[in-house]
């Protein structure tokens, strides 16, 4: 299932501002990744929006080359890497991947540093869900 339809995308401006307003965040260079679970129906368990600031990066060329490669890693890794662990969870998983960094990388890379970022974001879910 290496595919990412629209239901996957997070384009709702509600849910965008509750993510951001009430949502958890962490850093790990180069991705600024924000979460938040709600209790909503959705045919997957999680919704992702790519952001990559316009004043770090001027050209839109630079922009789109980054979220090409952001969004590929994420389809490739999110079967093996971040669904498994939220079968057992209920709600949607609203979900923010923020590019900080400065220069351009290859996917490799971003493919990497997506692994190791979606693995810390399952141990950081599971660190709010327990009291």
Do not use: W
């Amino acid at each position: 299932m290496k595919t990412f339809h629209k239901e996957e995308r997070l384009c709702s401006r509600k849910s965008l501002d509750l993510l951001f307003k009430n949502g958890s965040s962490f850093l790990l260079y180069p991705f600024r990744v924000s979460f938040l679970v709600v209790t909503a129906e959705n045919n997957f368990p999680v919704q992702v929006v790519v952001n990559v600031s316009k004043k770090r990066f001027k050209r839109a060329h630079d922009r789109n080359l980054i979220k090409r490669r952001t969004r590929e890693a994420y389809r490739m890794l999110k079967d093996a890497v971040l669904y498994p662990p939220l079968q057992q969870k209920e709600g949607l998983l609203l979900l923010s991947l923020q590019f900080v960094g400065k220069e351009h990388y290859e996917y490799t890379f971003f493919e990497k540093k997506l692994q190791a970022a979606l693995k810390k974001l399952i141990l950081n879910m599971d660190a709010n869900e327990t009291p």
